[in-house]
């Protein structure tokens, strides 16, 4: 067995450390893996027989933009063993929750309550609020503070309101884990139909140099009434033909929007201050890095498998 250390260049956010944890735990030969995006540096433990660490460093390369520089370490096979392989409660936390333990643990551990509180506020008198029944907690590498969002008819909701479970968005237009993250929630809206709603939410990075002026540009076809459908093709354009002002303008006009009233909307800025109040909501509760997505309240950090989701969702519906 042996260990590699690497200097990581090129991480954005969250989302982009348990990308590549994703992409490495399935490589044959490899043992552990534990990338910190607050450090900047990948450690990865391997058996030597059955992988090169060459191949570990392109792999890491290949998951996105990085520079991969190895760190010289002398640490003994018995220092890793240690580290690496005590009980689960006495490890640090990861960077991704361990969706590998028993269903039964997640279902004790998810103790959260979705209730609909019926008051005078939104567009149909109805307002939805994630409220909290107690302790809880995600599996381990997951914040435990459950958190309380109101919903009304104003946010981006898409799926059937008084849905048992709630899924809260923050998401960033120009991420790339943000459209990989896309299609997932798509499916578990599709298999979960009348269970589950989505509320989308803005979380632009400063790294992204469009995504604030595209949430906004989703602002502006919102109000005509083509919110979701914009929102889907910035994500499925997103790769192919790359962001700009001049594009989210030929997009309106796609959708068959009122080019001259989008393109006002757009320029002037109108909606600038909404996305920041999004910003700063999601950055109170906790978020820094896109996807952020709350599932009845608990957060859970990154791009994350349809059957992560799904694991979690089903658990909280049999309850």
């Not at 709630?166 to 998401?171: D, G, P, R, Y």
Request: hydrophobic share 35%.
């Amino acid at each position: 067995m042996e260990k590699a250390k690497f200097k990581i260049k090129g991480m954005h956010c969250q989302s982009c450390a348990t990308l590549i944890e994703e992409k490495l735990k399935n490589l044959p030969g490899v043992i552990q893996t534990k990338i910190s995006y607050e450090s900047g540096k990948g450690v990865i433990v391997y058996d030597k027989n059955a992988i090169e660490e060459t191949k570990i460093q392109s792999e890491i390369e290949s998951a996105g933009e990085y520079s991969v520089e190895k760190i010289e370490d002398a640490e003994k096979e018995e220092d890793i063993k240690e580290y690496y392989f005590q009980p689960p409660e006495k490890k640090e936390n990861s960077s991704r929750p361990n969706l590998s333990i028993p269903i039964s643990v997640i279902i004790a551990g998810l103790i959260i309550a979705g209730a609909v509180i019926v008051n005078g506020s939104g567009k149909n008198g109805k307002i939805a609020q994630i409220a909290n029944s107690g302790p809880s907690s995600l599996p381990t590498g997951q914040p435990s503070t459950t958190q309380t969002f109101e919903i009304t008819k104003d946010n981006h909701i898409r799926g059937d309101f008084s849905a048992p479970i709630t899924l809260v968005e923050f998401s960033d237009f120009e991420c790339p884990f943000c459209a990989r993250h896309y299609p997932t929630l798509t499916k578990v809206l599709d298999d979960y139909k009348g269970k589950v709603r989505l509320v989308y939410k803005y979380f632009p990075l400063s790294i992204h140099p469009n995504s604030q002026k595209a949430a906004e540009a989703s602002e502006c076809a919102d109000e005509q009434g083509k919110f979701w459908e914009y929102h889907d093709k910035l994500f499925e354009n997103l790769a192919a033909s790359g962001y700009s002002v001049a594009n989210f303008k030929q997009w309106a006009k796609d959708l068959g929007l009122d080019s001259g009233k989008f393109d006002e909307c757009l320029d002037s800025g109108k909606f600038a201050q909404k996305v920041r109040d999004d910003f700063q909501e999601g950055t109170e509760k906790g978020v820094n890095g896109t996807p952020a997505t709350f599932i009845n309240g608990q957060l859970v950090s990154g791009a994350l498998p349809y059957e992560s989701f799904k694991q979690i969702i089903d658990s909280l519906l049999n309850k």
